[in-house]
């Protein structure tokens, strides 16, 4: 069974700050995906990057990179210029290919943006 | 695109009775949904995977009769909760997966609140 850690509670960091969130997983599998949600206070869950393991290339979506480390099998999650609107929970989840677009969720971490 | 909805968004019930959950995929073909429970400040914790036209397959610790999940069509599931009680007070919350791209990506409703007195 895969297992998907987030070490860090509740981090805070101030507005236009970089923030760097982390994430460590244990799977014997080689194909898989990870993702990074998103839970504002509304709880609507909202994807905000993926990445692919066969890829060695980190995800970036405009304010927002990964960095993979495949063979540590960490997967942390970069927000650039922080914004207010950035305050949530991030959860870290792990995909495998053979589970039935099955997630396994990180315990997330309360990010605080601060103006 | 990927849209999911999910009705009502939050329900108030009394004890004993059944409350039904919607989950409806808006603009995609949802071959597989997913019923999660949050209770807050902590993660999401699967209840049961639903497949289209099939049996929903439940996570351990779930219980089937009292969870009842139907997955009707490619656009709808419902999660029914009978008998409700006040331990059943949560965050519900569904995910869809569609067939075509992206089918690797799970899109997620907005949740429903449920509180039982």
């Known amino acids: 069974a895969q297992t998907v850690t987030q070490s860090q509670p509740e981090m805070s960091v101030q507005e236009a700050e970089t923030v760097t969130l982390s994430c460590t997983y244990d799977?014997?599998?080689?194909?898989?995906?990870l993702f990074w949600y998103k839970q504002p206070p509304s709880r609507q869950m909202i994807l905000v990057i993926r990445?692919?393991?066969?890829?060695?290339q980190n995800a970036t979506e405009n304010r927002f990179s990964v960095n993979f480390q495949k063979a540590a099998k960490s997967f942390s999650l970069k927000i650039s210029d922080s914004q207010l609107g950035d305050t949530a929970m991030y959860f870290c989840?792990?995909?495998?290919?053979?589970?039935?677009?099955?997630?396994?969720f990180g315990g997330g971490t309360r990010l605080m943006v601060k103006p | 695109g990927a849209v999911v909805s999910q009705h009502p968004s939050r329900v108030i019930c009394k004890s004993g009775t059944s409350v039904k959950i919607e989950c409806r995929s808006l603009?995609?073909?949802?071959?597989?949904m997913f019923w999660y429970r949050q209770f807050p400040k902590q993660s999401l914790m699967l209840m049961a995977t639903?497949?289209?036209?099939?049996?929903?397959?439940?996570e351990q610790g779930v219980e089937k009769d009292k969870f009842l999940i139907n997955h009707a069509s490619l656009t709808l599931s419902t999660l029914t909760v009978t008998s409700a009680h006040p331990e059943d007070s949560s965050f519900y919350i569904c995910?869809?997966?569609?067939?075509?791209?992206?089918?690797?990506?799970?899109?997620f409703g907005p949740g429903t609140r449920l509180t039982v007195l």
């Open positions: 995910s869809a997966v569609s067939g075509g791209v992206g089918t690797d990506t799970q899109y």
């Open positions: 799977t014997s599998e080689n194909n898989y995906y």
């Open positions: 990445q692919e393991a066969y890829k060695q």
């Open positions: 989840a792990f995909m495998s290919y053979n589970a039935g677009n099955m997630l396994t």
């Open positions: 603009d995609f073909q949802a071959t597989t």
């Open positions: 639903s497949n289209e036209g099939s049996k929903a397959t439940y």
